[in-house]
Every structure is written in structure tokens, then in C-alpha cells.
């Protein structure tokens, strides 16, 4: 199945969870979004069952998959060539760091550029959604945790991550994080196909979902050793080889500029660069 979260300025609540099928949206009637959605164990039943509303695919205004998620855990430094690329070693453990749900924007949405950075870099990522509560999830079990996929791009402002060996105050911008468009049920999603994103229709990055150091399964298992992972949990999984920040000469996002994140099989963000006023 694939679950989104529709904007409904005219209707009873200002978004609605959504399942599409084809050029189709069904409204799961009693779920403001994908992220309320979760939080009922019988999510997947509930959503299969759904006969609600129905709306147009094309031109659908869509917010961030699951728009307020409890927790948003990046992985840094998990694609062998983006580590390369960085001059860094391969880690042992996963690199960590967090986002708050300001920074989510939906996969149409102007991308915010603030006037305070001039090095607003791409990385597209494969997000994981969780789907079902755990501590101390062994890698064994981390499937079963897992609702599905989605397409995240983490926009980091490099002269704000590079300001101290934290690097969250580049991550976190508000409205710089594109996330959707949809979430793909794991049934029907592997990691392994290729990621892409693309500047003015150049493609900057190419990697398959699946060259990773460390896996989703294992990801889950980490980091649920730390803290307990809830419905509408998400881990953004890190990027690939071809950032602008390892180009030389650098490049960054400047205004105007459309930004393309693509994974097969679960979709694309499509998002116009504008300057923050």
C-alpha cells in the first residue's frame, strides 16, 4: 500500500491519511494523517479497508508523509562513497543526530533558502517509518517494526554544521527537509533500488538504496537500544557520494533552482529553492 497525508483546506480538519491506489486518493476516514494513523495497531487493516472521500493524484497538495513525528533520527556517514568523499573513515557505529518536525515540508514545497547561509547542500536519503512500538528491538525482529519507506531529502546549511563538532544546528532549518511523497508499506518495498537527486535536472547524486554500512534492520536495532521507537518514528538513513559541499568547486542550492529526489518504487520530491524572507 502507499499512505499519504493530504492537505484539506476545505475540509474538516486541515489534513486527511489518504491510500492511493492508481490516480486515486481514498480518505481513511478518523485519521488527520499518516503519522495518527500509525498509532492504531490495526493501521494496515484500517487503511486496506478505507472507502472514504475520494481526490485526484495529479495536482493533490501534499503535506510530509507523517508531518509531526515523535522522533526524526539521521544517520551520518553511512554510503561507502559519501564517506570517501567526506575524507572520513568507515565508523564502527552508526553516526547520529536528530531533526524536529519544523524542518518537514511536503514533496512539492517551496524549499525554504534562508538568508543566513550560503552553503545549502542536498542529500537525499531513504527514510525508514516505524510501524509498530519497541526497546531493544533485536536486528532479527526489526521487520516487523517497520511500517514502510518514504523519500527525505536532509538540506543541510554546511556553514552552520561545520560551526562545532555538533553538527544538528545545519540540520535542522525550519521548512528545508522534503519528506514523502508517500509511505510504501515494507511488503512492497526492499532497500536496494536506486536513489537519485538532481539540480536544474543535473544529476548530482546516484546510488542504490542498498550500498549502505548500515542496514534499516540494523538501524532499528541500534537505535531502539537507546530509546523506545514509536509509530511515526522516523530514521533518515543517510546519503550517498555527490553532495556539493565534496565538489570542487563547491556548489550549493541557490535561488530558483528546482531540487529532485527520486527512489524507485516509492516516488518523487519535486521542490523549488526560495529564498526565506
Not at 50 to 65: C, E, I, K, P, R
Not at 84 to 94: D, I, L, T
Not at 163 to 186: D, H, Y
Not at 236 to 251: F, N, Q
Request: hydrophobic share 40%.
Amino acid at each position: 500500500m502507499k499512505l499519504l497525508t493530504l492537505r484539506t483546506p476545505h475540509g474538516t480538519t486541515p489534513t486527511q491519511a489518504v491510500r492511493q491506489d492508481g490516480d486515486t486518493l481514498t480518505e481513511i476516514d478518523g485519521y488527520a494523517s499518516v503519522g495518527e494513523l500509525l498509532k492504531n495497531p490495526d493501521w494496515k487493516a484500517v487503511a486496506a479497508a478505507a472507502n472514504g472521500a475520494t481526490h485526484a493524484y495529479d495536482g493533490a497538495d501534499l503535506a510530509a508523509v507523517v508531518p509531526a513525528p515523535g522522533k526524526i533520527i539521521c544517520v551520518g556517514h553511512n554510503y561507502r562513497n559519501h564517506i570517501k568523499e567526506m575524507g572520513r573513515e568507515v565508523p564502527p557505529y552508526p553516526t547520529l543526530f536528530a531533526k524536529y518536525a519544523e524542518s518537514l515540508i511536503g514533496p512539492n514545497d517551496d524549499l525554504a533558502l534562508p538568508p543566513e547561509s550560503d552553503a545549502v547542500d542536498w542529500e537525499a536519503e531513504l527514510a525508514v517509518i516505524i510501524g509498530k512500538p519497541g526497546r531493544r528491538i533485536s536486528e532479527a525482529d526489526a521487520g516487523e517494526h517497520i511500517a514502510g519507506y518514504a523519500v527525505l531529502n536532509d538540506v543541510s546549511m554546511r556553514d552552520y554544521q561545520f560551526r562545532t563538532i555538533q553538527w544538528l544546528q545545519g540540520k535542522t532549518w525550519e521548512n528545508s527537509t522534503p519528506f514523502g511523497p508517500a509511505l510504501v508499506t515494507s511488503d512492497e518495498f526492499t532497500a536496494g533500488p536506486l536513489m537519485t537527486s538532481a539540480v536544474d535536472g543535473e544529476i548530482m547524486q546516484s546510488t542504490p538504496t542498498g550500498d549502505v554500512v548500515f542496514t534499516p534492520e540494523f538501524l532499528v536495532h541500534y537505535i531502539s537500544t537507546i530509546i523506545t521507537l514509536n509509530p511515526g518514528d522516523v530514521i533518515a538513513t543517510g546519503t550517498p557520494g555527490g553532495v556539493g559541499h565534496a565538489r570542487d568547486p563547491k556548489r550549493y542550492l541557490a535561488e530558483g533552482q528546482i531540487l529532485v529526489t527520486t527512489i524507485e518504487g516509492l516516488g518523487t520530491l519535486t521542490n523549488k529553492v526560495v529564498k526565506e524572507v
